[in-house]
């Protein structure tokens, strides 16, 4: 089935982490990404990770990979208060390249 | 130079109008999308097009017609609008290969209001 699920709220403050869960159904997805949207922007591609890999680090962002479990994580280290933002999770299905989205996290950053 | 981009940006029309939306990318990719994202954000695919071919084709209103004049353009026409079709629409491109690590680009969307 295609499925993706994310916990909707998170508050953090600012130079803390955060981490925004994920989990998906369809274990035939070779990639995952994280999308980062702004108020009234279109989404913008933050990272993404290979099925075969458990983590991936990019500068402040680490993706954690889970497939036995099909959970996926982003950390944003230091968080910043440009960071806040709606976070969505999403997965690479089938033939199209169908991207099916999480339900999206919005990240709070007090300052 | 944008990406990919769509108009317009806004859209505002009554019940039962027809309309349409544009979109155009100038990253040489060969496959385009449309999204609808609700109210709740929630994004869901519409169509796609790959080198001017619909592959994909969800469950969508027969009042949705998606034509894609060459692998640049995806424009979507929307007959009979209803309140329901109140959401933003974003356009999206890649470059088709199935196991692709790029993602897609997005559009900065359009919103769309039925009244």
């Known amino acids: 089935g295609e499925d993706v699920e994310q916990s909707l709220f998170l508050s953090v403050r600012e130079g803390d982490s955060s981490v925004i869960n994920c989990t998906y159904t369809?274990?035939?997805?070779?990639?995952l990404y994280w999308y980062k949207q702004e108020p009234g922007a279109g989404l913008q591609l933050l990272t993404y990770?290979?099925?075969?890999?458990d983590m991936k680090q990019d500068q402040r962002l680490t993706v954690l990979l889970n497939k036995k479990d099909k959970h996926l994580s982003l950390r944003i280290a230091d968080t910043q208060t440009g960071d806040s933002a709606i976070y969505f999770c999403?997965?690479?299905?089938?033939?199209?390249?169908?991207?099916?989205f999480g339900a999206g996290t919005i990240l709070r950053v007090k300052s | 130079d944008t990406a990919v981009s769509q108009t317009p940006k806004y859209l505002v029309t009554q019940m039962g109008n027809d309309k349409s939306i544009k979109c155009e990318q100038n990253?040489?990719?060969?496959?385009m999308y449309w999204y609808k994202q609700d109210s709740k954000k929630f994004l869901k695919i519409m169509f796609s097009?790959?080198?001017?071919?619909?592959?994909i084709n969800e469950t969508v209103p027969n009042r949705f017609s998606p034509k894609s004049p060459d692998k640049a353009h995806l424009n979507l026409h929307i007959n009979s609008l209803e309140l329901g079709d109140s959401a933003v629409y974003f356009c999206?491109?890649?470059?088709?290969?199935?196991?692709?690590?790029?993602?897609?680009?997005f559009g900065s969307g359009t919103r769309l209001t039925v009244v």
């Open positions: 999206a491109s890649s470059q088709f290969h199935t196991d692709s690590s790029t993602g897609y680009t």
């Open positions: 369809d274990s035939s997805s070779t990639y």
């Open positions: 990770i290979f099925s075969n890999m």
């Open positions: 999403a997965e690479s299905i089938g033939y199209g390249n169908k991207l099916v």
């Open positions: 990253l040489g990719h060969d496959t």
């Open positions: 097009y790959n080198n001017k071919e619909l592959i």
